[in-house]
């Protein structure tokens, strides 16, 4: 007999574990994790390893994913590269939604003049080009691992402060509401420990959606020379040394670029499996 | 039927539009200060410029002046002729202990550069020399446009295809394929989807120009790459407006009545699912306009982009402000293009 779940999230996890597509690529980010987690373990060479007698490499038994221009071994250099690539999108993401979290909720719950100003201050933030933002910031902190997790959580943020406010703004009239407030409770309390629990959903969905994006912005800005720079390998510094031997090396730009694309879409068809699964509407 | 111009009071518009000068004042005056509080500057090169030629460029630019033109007094000044010749010297005015001069750099500069963008005068670059701003923006903006024009149609035309294509045949094979195409599609960076596609069509293929900007063929490439992932968008939104609006009443009305089943799903179905597709599509040309840096360097394209990227490095303060003010009002106006649009399409909505 099959194993019925009672309550919301043992659903949650039933639906989930339904589909298989989702399933799947939940394996994959998990094992991406690992191998980032593991890199110095699995890798079989060091990241930083030169060989001379080993120069642009293909694919060999030796070096699976072939050699770069310096005889690196670009299987150890990927998996190195996963840890930056993931540290730096996931404590983005976290940061976002942070920050995102608190601002969407404070002004959806006030409302009011507080929302109006905090909404066109939004506003504004859309019109400014991000490319502007990024580079800017990204000058000022240094190109490095900090610098980029804090220009990419500058403009990462707004998406979720709307998400956030909408979900807050429509709860805020149902009828537990009333009965908190009716009850006493201070503002702060109903906020947080009566109309947060049930946006729970919709933030984790963004949240998961978030960091992707973080992946591709990272990535495209590393690519362009705009983000990270070498030594600190993300998959997109690979990618961008890879590009410029295009021609004649395409292994060179093959494997980080699978590797990011893979990872970006495992994130968003997980994504899109736990928005079936937890039943939210909006994106 | 009523006239659309009904609907659509010019007050709303003009109401709209007002709204959008505070809007780009704000990031006019935000990028301009935090630019100038950037480290570096225009003149910063490898091989440094002879100090002299130096000092007299940051004169000409006026760079050479504080950017927060805060003065203390010093302490032993405590005669009133003294303060008063103090204040006269910085062009000051005392808050407690500190002078504030508003004949600082920053905010004269800040009015100049405002007056002059008032006669729509975006200046001089400081890195092409004697080359205004107004006319790089006016040789490369059309190229961006153009880009993101036809990314948008194309994007908007496979999208609507596939996306109507799936639902109608919800759950077959087709619905899937067109699934997994939009997973794809949504997931694929440009830079990986542009060296793919390089590399097939343009370096083994030998079919395609791999980078310029020349002629239709030259497009190809670029646009395909560019209207990928708003493709794979917009199909799903298309899939899942068109699923909801066959279930609704009035297509069962249809059927009953023998209107036949292309119409159905073109008129009646698709017609009911454009709402959403309209309110992403202000913000989705806006981005394919303003955000096609990574194509244009890629493929070596000569758009604005590219030249948004080089000035914010180079410092090179007139071109980055002429670029932002032309890419905040893009975003501004497509977006009130957007909401009045949406008034027409969905009668409901108050415009």
Same mark, same amino acid.
């Given at each position: 007999?099959?194993?019925?779940?009672?309550?919301?999230?043992?659903?949650?996890?039933? %639906?989930?574990?339904?589909?298989?597509?989702?399933?799947?690529?939940?394996?994959?980010?998990?094992?991406?994790?690992?191998?980032?987690?593991?890199?110095?373990?699995?890798?079989?060479?060091?990241?930083?390893?030169?060989?001379?007698?080993?120069?642009?490499?293909?694919?060999?038994?030796?070096?699976?994913?072939?050699?770069?221009?310096?005889?690196?071994?670009?299987?150890?250099?990927?998996?190195?590269?996963? $840890?930056?690539?993931?540290?730096?999108?996931? !404590?983005?993401?976290?940061?976002?939604?942070?920050?995102?979290?608190?601002?969407?909720?404070?002004?959806?719950?006030?409302?009011? $003049?507080? *929302?109006?100003?905090?909404?066109?201050?939004?506003?504004?933030?859309?019109?400014?080009? *991000?490319?502007?933002?990024?580079?800017?910031?990204?000058?000022?902190?240094?190109?490095?691992?900090?610098?980029?997790?804090?220009?990419?959580?500058?403009?990462?943020?707004?998406?979720?402060?709307?998400?956030? $406010?909408?979900?807050?703004?429509?709860?805020?009239? %149902?009828?537990?509401?009333?009965?908190?407030?009716?009850?006493?409770?201070?503002? &702060?309390?109903?906020?947080? %420990?009566?109309? @947060?629990?049930?946006?729970?959903?919709?933030?984790?969905?963004? #949240?998961?959606?978030?960091?992707?994006?973080?992946?591709?912005?990272?990535?495209?800005?590393?690519?362009?020379?705009?983000?990270?720079?070498?030594?600190?390998?993300?998959?997109?510094?690979?990618?961008?040394?890879?590009?410029?031997?295009?021609?004649?090396?395409?292994?060179?730009?093959?494997?980080?670029?699978?590797?990011?694309?893979?990872?970006?879409?495992?994130? /968003?068809?997980?994504?899109?499996?736990? $928005?079936?699964?937890?039943?939210?509407?909006?994106? | 039927?009523?006239?659309?111009?009904?609907?659509?009071?010019?007050?709303?518009?003009?109401?709209?539009?007002?709204?959008?000068?505070?809007?780009?004042?704000?990031?006019? !005056?935000?990028?301009?200060?935090?630019?100038?509080?950037?480290?570096?500057?225009?003149? *910063?090169?490898?091989?440094?410029?002879?100090?002299?030629?130096?000092? /007299? #460029?940051?004169?000409?630019?006026?760079?050479?002046?504080?950017?927060?033109?805060?003065?203390?007094?010093?302490?032993?000044?405590?005669?009133?002729?003294?303060?008063?010749?103090?204040?006269?010297?910085?062009?000051?005015?005392?808050?407690?202990?500190?002078?504030?001069?508003?004949?600082?750099?920053?905010?004269?500069?800040?009015?100049?550069?405002?007056?002059?963008?008032?006669?729509?005068? @975006?200046?001089?670059?400081?890195?092409?020399?004697?080359?205004?701003?107004?006319?790089? !923006?006016?040789?490369?903006?059309?190229?961006?446009?153009?880009?993101?024009?036809? &990314?948008?149609?194309?994007?908007?035309?496979?999208?609507?295809?596939?996306?109507?294509?799936?639902?109608?045949?919800?759950?077959?094979?087709? *619905?899937?394929?067109?699934?997994?195409?939009?997973?794809?599609?949504?997931?694929?960076?440009?830079?990986?989807?542009?060296?793919?596609?390089?590399?097939?069509?343009?370096?083994?293929?030998?079919?395609?120009?791999?980078?310029?900007?020349?002629?239709?063929?030259?497009?190809?490439?670029?646009?395909?790459?560019?209207?990928?992932?708003?493709?794979?968008?917009?199909?799903?939104?298309?899939?899942?407006?068109?699923?909801?609006?066959?279930?609704?009443?009035?297509?069962?009305?249809?059927?009953?009545?023998?209107?036949?089943?292309?119409?159905?799903?073109?008129?009646?179905?698709?017609?009911?699912?454009?709402?959403?597709?309209?309110?992403?599509?202000?913000?989705?040309?806006?981005?394919?306009?303003?955000?096609?840096?990574?194509?244009? @360097?890629?493929?070596?394209?000569?758009?604005?982009?590219?030249?948004?990227?080089?000035?914010?490095?180079?410092?090179?303060?007139?071109?980055?402000?002429?670029?932002?003010?032309?890419?905040?009002?893009?975003?501004?106006?497509?977006?009130?293009?957007?909401?009045? @649009?949406?008034?027409?399409?969905?009668?409901?909505?108050?415009?």
């Amino acid at each position: 007999m099959e194993h019925i779940s009672t309550g919301y999230w043992g659903q949650v996890a039933d %639906r989930f574990k339904k589909n298989r597509v989702a399933m799947f690529f939940m394996g994959i980010i998990l094992f991406i994790i690992v191998a980032a987690i593991l890199a110095p373990v699995l890798a079989p060479y060091s990241e930083e390893a030169q060989n001379a007698d080993a120069l642009l490499q293909g694919i060999s038994s030796q070096h699976w994913f072939g050699t770069d221009q310096l005889g690196r071994d670009l299987l150890s250099r990927t998996l190195y590269g996963a $840890r930056v690539s993931m540290k730096v999108a996931i !404590i983005t993401s976290l940061i976002a939604m942070f920050f995102g979290t608190a601002l969407g909720a404070i002004s959806g719950y006030v409302g009011g $003049r507080f *929302d109006n100003v905090a909404m066109r201050i939004v506003d504004v933030l859309y019109s400014f080009p *991000d490319l502007l933002l990024i580079i800017i910031i990204s000058v000022v902190i240094g190109q490095g691992v900090v610098g980029i997790i804090v220009s990419l959580s500058l403009v990462s943020w707004i998406t979720v402060a709307r998400v956030v $406010r909408g979900e807050v703004i429509s709860i805020k009239t %149902r009828p537990f509401v009333e009965a908190a407030k009716a009850l006493g409770f201070k503002p &702060a309390r109903i906020l947080f %420990r009566e109309i @947060l629990p049930h946006a729970i959903a919709p933030i984790i969905v963004t #949240l998961t959606f978030r960091i992707p994006s973080v992946i591709l912005a990272e990535s495209t800005l590393s690519f362009i020379g705009l983000g990270l720079q070498p030594p600190a390998s993300s998959w997109g510094v690979l990618a961008s040394s890879g590009w410029k031997a295009l021609t004649f090396y395409p292994h060179l730009i093959l494997f980080p670029a699978g590797a990011i694309f893979i990872t970006i879409l495992a994130f /968003n068809v997980v994504g899109d499996g736990l $928005r079936d699964a937890m039943d939210v509407k909006a994106k | 039927m009523t006239n659309i111009f009904d609907k659509i009071s010019l007050g709303y518009i003009g109401y709209r539009l007002l709204w959008g000068v505070p809007v780009l004042l704000a990031v006019v !005056i935000t990028s301009f200060i935090v630019l100038r509080f950037t480290p570096g500057g225009p003149f *910063d090169r490898e091989k440094p410029l002879p100090p002299n030629i130096l000092k /007299n #460029l940051r004169t000409q630019y006026r760079l050479d002046r504080p950017m927060l033109p805060v003065y203390t007094m010093p302490k032993d000044a405590r005669e009133k002729e003294e303060i008063l010749a103090f204040e006269e010297k910085h062009g000051a005015f005392a808050i407690g202990p500190v002078h504030v001069s508003l004949g600082g750099a920053l905010q004269t500069q800040l009015f100049s550069y405002l007056g002059q963008l008032l006669k729509g005068d @975006l200046g001089v670059s400081m890195k092409f020399t004697q080359v205004s701003v107004n006319d790089i !923006i006016k040789r490369t903006f059309p190229v961006s446009l153009l880009l993101g024009l036809l &990314a948008f149609f194309l994007a908007f035309l496979i999208g609507i295809a596939l996306g109507t294509a799936a639902a109608y045949y919800q759950d077959s094979w087709l *619905d899937r394929a067109v699934m997994l195409f939009s997973a794809f599609g949504f997931s694929m960076p440009n830079f990986v989807l542009a060296a793919g596609l390089i590399f097939l069509f343009s370096l083994k293929a030998q079919l395609l120009p791999p980078a310029l900007w020349e002629g239709p063929l030259y497009w190809v490439l670029p646009v395909v790459t560019l209207a990928l992932a708003p493709a794979s968008y917009i199909a799903r939104l298309t899939r899942s407006g068109v699923i909801e609006s066959l279930h609704e009443d009035f297509i069962r009305t249809a059927r009953a009545k023998g209107v036949n089943e292309r119409m159905i799903l073109l008129k009646h179905a698709l017609a009911n699912a454009l709402g959403p597709l309209v309110t992403i599509g202000g913000p989705m040309l806006a981005m394919l306009v303003t955000g096609s840096f990574i194509i244009e @360097l890629v493929f070596a394209i000569p758009g604005m982009g590219r030249y948004f990227v080089t000035a914010v490095i180079d410092r090179d303060y007139p071109l980055v402000m002429g670029v932002t003010v032309v890419y905040a009002s893009f975003i501004v106006i497509a977006n009130i293009a957007v909401d009045v @649009l949406y008034g027409i399409i969905d009668p409901r909505v108050e415009v």
